[in-house]
């Protein structure tokens, strides 16, 4: 091969591999807005269809207008304590490992969005489930055989000769709107005093608004 011949030759591979660095940088462009410095992503299943939670990458990006107001009338809508008695208060990083076991096939947690149908309609977390706290709550209307139903279908509880078993019980991480909702810790203390452990009970404080103020991704039934 004479010399003018290589050089062309060399030049063709550069060109080629030039294009190829470049279309890998592409394919693997990194996100702009990580979860944290070594997780981007996370890949889930909601109601059967697929769903990647990641921060919105728009870094002009806004919270809804859902969220955006500061006040709202107490009661109901009183700020919340950090923690619940004896219950674990978690945030979005262990929200998504939940939801990350889940998703590996982990079906001894669940993640449980406790407001109404209409409110979850406008967004929820994805991968969780909707149960609507006044389900559980007694003084709400809630009746022993819709707690039933929900306990042996939704939160692996045995009854066995009227007997309650909460050995398979699953753990579950509960939430609604943020730290001025009431519904979560409601629903958590109502579970409490119809015997559900309490060291399976995790309760997400920050809820929607916390989770929509860092961009996390939103399904709306």
């Not at 489930?129 to 389900?135: H, R, S, T």
Request: charged share 20%; glycine share 8%.
């Amino acid at each position: 091969m004479n010399e003018k011949l290589l050089k062309h030759f060399n030049c063709a591979v550069y060109f080629c591999v030039f294009v190829l660095c470049g279309s890998l940088n592409v394919y693997a462009n990194p996100l702009k807005v990580m979860i944290t410095p070594d997780r981007g992503e996370l890949k889930i299943r909601h109601n059967g269809s697929p769903v990647v939670i990641r921060r919105n990458q728009n870094l002009k990006n806004r919270i809804t207008s859902e969220f955006m107001l500061t006040s709202r009338a107490c009661p109901p809508h009183c700020l919340q304590p950090i923690k619940l008695k004896g219950i674990e208060t978690v945030g979005e990083i262990e929200v998504l490992d939940y939801l990350q076991r889940r998703a590996d096939g982990d079906n001894t947690v669940l993640v449980v969005d406790t407001r109404s149908e209409s409110h979850v309609a406008k967004g929820t977390i994805p991968g969780s489930v909707n149960i609507f706290g006044d389900l559980l709550i007694e003084e709400r209307g809630a009746n022993p055989i819709t707690i039933e139903v929900i306990f042996t279908e939704q939160f692996g509880v045995e009854y066995q000769k009227g007997r309650v078993n909460f050995s398979k019980a699953k753990t579950l991480v509960l939430y609604c709107y943020g730290i001025w909702c009431g519904q979560g810790p409601k629903t958590v203390n109502a579970l409490v005093s119809l015997g559900y452990p309490k060291n399976k009970l995790k309760w997400y404080r920050g809820g929607m608004q916390a989770w929509e103020s860092v961009g996390l991704t939103v399904v709306k039934e």
